[in-house]
Structures are given as structure tokens and as C-alpha cells.
T-cell receptor
């Protein structure tokens, strides 16, 4: 069963904010929302994660709805180097007996930044 | 800067050969992971290790084994390579046992002929 749903692809003009949505309606109380991206021919790169409050770092902002059933990753001023596949992942942050460690990547959103 | 390196970017092997993929991290991380990535299937976890000499099966361990003799190094072994093991192999590491923020290597694209 897919835990997250993302659009297959999106375009964004260079310099504009890129807003990438993710639905995770079955998220449970101890699960965080993680975002990774994968630029062509590279390994995935961690971007940001959050539980229920909005988060911001040097790369992006993460907005999580109050009911936690969806979230939006915001790249405030997209550049050509932000062209990548973006993955929204729901994962328990709790250390456990070897059930929680893996990241389950879906097919993600292919974001293309247009010059 | 955090760094995960993999021994090869591209590798071509023949069916039946024994294949070693090496991964090294310089961050003193506890956990290390091996994933494979295939079109339409996303990343799938093969094996992970939470300590030296410890290993746990992931979702698709069949046909693979691993070795972790030192904390910084995690090797993936294909005992007898087959064509259905042609894939992109990605190594990752994480500081904490829950595997929250994972750092990935650049990947090894393996082709088995």
C-alpha cells in the first residue's frame, strides 16, 4: 500500500517558488514526513523533515496541514539546479527492533525548472 | 562535509560472476544501507547494518549478502550475478539507529550480461 501520493511531474519557472504537494492521509501519530530529492545520476539527498509544525532550513520549507494528512514542500526561489525527482516519505522516527530504519521511496514528483 | 563513497560508478559483469560493491562513509555513522533502484519500482532495501558484524535483511535480500568488518565500510556481495540484478545500487548511512537522515553515495550502475 502506498503511504504517500504525489503528482507525477511539475514545471516551475526559474526564480519562482516551487510548491510540491504530498498526500499522506494514513499517517500515524509517530510518523514524520521526510523529503528527499534525486538529481539525475546522483544518489538521493535529504532536504527536510517534520512532524506537525512547519519547518524551514537553508534548502526549503515544509508546511504540514493541521490534520497531518498532507504537506507541501516549498523551494522559495527555484533554480535550474533544483530540477530533480522529489520524494515525500512517511517514516517513524522511533528507534525500534529493526523495523523502522528503511526509507520507502515511491515514484516521486519530477520537477523541471524552466529557464 | 558528509561523504559516502562507492567503489565504482559503472560496472559490467557476466552472469555467474561474483561481484563486490564497496561503500565507505567517513561520518562515524552507526547504520549503513544497501538499496537498489529500478525504473517504476523506486528504491528497495536489500540489507542494512546497525553495527560492525551485524546485518539485517531488507525487503529483497535474495541473491545478495553483505559484510561489515569495520564501522566505515559496508560491502554488498552478489554471489553469482544474474541478469535480473542489473540495476543502480545505492549505499547510504545514518547517524542514528532509527535511520532518519540518510546520506547516500553516488550509486553504482551494474550491468550483468
Amino acid at each position: 500500500d502506498a503511504k504517500t501520493t504525489q503528482p507525477t511531474s511539475m514545471d516551475c519557472a526559474e526564480g519562482r517558488a516551487a510548491n510540491l504537494p504530498c498526500n499522506h492521509s494514513t499517517i500515524s501519530g509517530n510518523e514524520y514526513v521526510y523529503w528527499y530529492r534525486q538529481i539525475h545520476s546522483q544518489g538521493p539527498q535529504y532536504i527536510i523533515h517534520g512532524l506537525k509544525n512547519n519547518e524551514t532550513n537553508e534548502m526549503a520549507s515544509l508546511i504540514i496541514t493541521e490534520d497531518r494528512k498532507s504537506s507541501t514542500l516549498i523551494l522559495p526561489h527555484a533554480t535550474l539546479r533544483d530540477t530533480a525527482v522529489y520524494y515525500c516519505i512517511v517514516k517513524s522516527a522511533i528507534e525500534s527492533n529493526f523495523g523502522n530504519e528503511k526509507l520507502t521511496f515511491g515514484t516521486g514528483t519530477r520537477l523541471t525548472i524552466i529557464p | 562535509d558528509v561523504k559516502v563513497t562507492q567503489s565504482s560508478r559503472y560496472l559490467v559483469k557476466r552472469t555467474g560472476e561474483k561481484v563486490f560493491l564497496e561503500c565507505v562513509q567517513d561520518m562515524d555513522h552507526e547504520n549503513m544501507f544497501w538499496y537498489r533502484q529500478d525504473p517504476g519500482l523506486g528504491l528497495r532495501l536489500i540489507y542494512f547494518s546497525y553495527d560492525v558484524k551485524m546485518k539485517e535483511k531488507g525487503d529483497i535480500p535474495e541473491g545478495y549478502s553483505v559484510s561489515r568488518e569495520k564501522k566505515e565500510r559496508f560491502s554488498l556481495i552478489l554471489e553469482s550475478a544474474s541478469t535480473n540484478q542489473t540495476s543502480m545500487y545505492l549505499c547510504a548511512s545514518s547517524l542514528d539507529r532509527a535511520g532518519n537522515e540518510q546520506f547516500f553515495g553516488p550509486g553504482t550502475r551494474l550491468t550483468v550480461l
